[in-house]
């Protein structure tokens, strides 16, 4: 005959146990049901630059000839926030040239508004003359820790991006007949952007999440029968980080 015992920490963790008083044990499970980041607030936009170079009749290039030279301000199409500066937690820029030109070409990038350590993003590239394929020329570049002023040129503005981009052909090259078929093609955008920090005004937006099912390993021990327990009170805390004011209507819980 073989005797043995059976307690509550053997159908739950010890850590899911709090001791009372009087002796009796209270069982408490702690878990988040939702979160919202920074970036869950403004829609950052995912392409920020698109240029194209082409020329309507054919025409000799010489070596190191300017095709494009851009400096712009972009407004950001962020809905009603009006965001001054942001903080890059995590994400990637995506630089992307198609060159249907006979010769290689050189490009220069810059986002004057995103800073790390000093310095600005800056991309600069050589860009082969592309093959029958035509596959595009696409690198990415991680810009976790850059830090983003959008006040513009003035520094008294919102949501303004300021870029430039310079293309020439390769210096050490040949002169090359351009025609209206050939193109050179540049686009830019971001990806996977994470905010860890925004300053500005958020506007007025709604975020809505659900139904939705929360999973839960808390009797994965008790494979059948039944758990009585003598009460039962859910607690649900809400904590707002952002340093701004927000409503959270539940209307099923």
């Given at each position: 005959?073989?005797?043995?015992?059976?307690?509550?920490?053997?159908?739950?963790?010890?850590?899911?146990?709090s001791?009372?008083?009087?002796?009796s044990?209270?069982?408490?499970?702690r878990?988040n049901?939702?979160?919202?980041?920074?970036?869950?607030i403004?829609?950052?936009?995912?392409?920020?630059?698109s240029s194209?170079?082409?020329?309507?009749?054919?025409?000799?290039?010489?070596?190191?000839?300017?095709?494009?030279?851009?400096?712009?301000?972009?407004?950001?199409?962020?809905?009603?926030?009006?965001?001054?500066?942001?903080?890059?937690?995590?994400?990637?820029?995506?630089?992307?040239?198609?060159?249907?030109?006979?010769?290689?070409?050189?490009?220069?990038?810059?986002?004057?508004?995103?800073n790390?350590?000093?310095?600005?993003?800056?991309?600069?590239?050589?860009?082969?003359?592309?093959?029958?394929?035509?596959?595009?020329?696409?690198?990415?570049?991680?810009?976790s820790?850059?830090?983003?002023?959008?006040?513009g040129?003035n520094?008294?503005?919102?949501?303004?991006?300021i870029?430039?981009?310079?293309?020439?052909?390769?210096?050490?090259?040949?002169v090359?007949?351009?025609?209206?078929?050939?193109?050179?093609?540049?686009?830019v955008?971001?990806?996977?952007?994470?905010?860890?920090?925004?300053?500005?005004?958020?506007?007025?937006?709604?975020?809505n999440?659900?139904p939705?099912?929360?999973?839960?390993n808390?009797?994965?021990?008790?494979?059948?029968g039944?758990?009585?327990?003598?009460?039962?009170?859910?607690?649900?805390?809400?904590?707002?980080?952002?340093g701004?004011d927000?409503t959270?209507?539940?209307?099923k819980?």
């Amino acid at each position: 005959m073989a005797k043995t015992s059976l307690t509550i920490n053997d159908i739950v963790t010890d850590t899911l146990l709090s001791y009372n008083p009087d002796h009796s044990i209270s069982l408490v499970y702690r878990n988040n049901i939702y979160s919202f980041l920074v970036d869950s607030i403004f829609p950052f936009p995912d392409t920020v630059t698109s240029s194209i170079y082409t020329i309507p009749f054919t025409v000799n290039v010489p070596p190191g000839q300017i095709l494009i030279n851009i400096n712009d301000v972009k407004k950001l199409k962020l809905g009603s926030a009006k965001i001054f500066l942001a903080n890059i937690h995590s994400g990637n820029v995506v630089f992307k040239v198609i060159n249907k030109l006979k010769e290689g070409v050189i490009c220069n990038y810059k986002i004057s508004s995103a800073n790390k350590n000093g310095a600005c993003f800056e991309i600069n590239e050589y860009i082969p003359s592309a093959t029958n394929s035509n596959l595009p020329f696409t690198k990415q570049y991680d810009v976790s820790g850059y830090k983003l002023d959008l006040r513009g040129p003035n520094g008294t503005s919102s949501n303004k991006l300021i870029t430039s981009i310079l293309a020439k052909l390769n210096p050490n090259g040949s002169v090359i007949q351009v025609t209206p078929q050939d193109s050179l093609i540049i686009f830019v955008s971001f990806e996977n952007l994470k905010f860890d920090y925004a300053k500005g005004y958020f506007g007025n937006s709604t975020s809505n999440f659900g139904p939705d099912t929360t999973k839960f390993n808390l009797f994965n021990k008790i494979i059948s029968g039944n758990l009585n327990l003598q009460s039962i009170k859910a607690n649900l805390y809400i904590e707002n980080y952002f340093g701004i004011d927000a409503t959270v209507t539940f209307n099923k819980f």
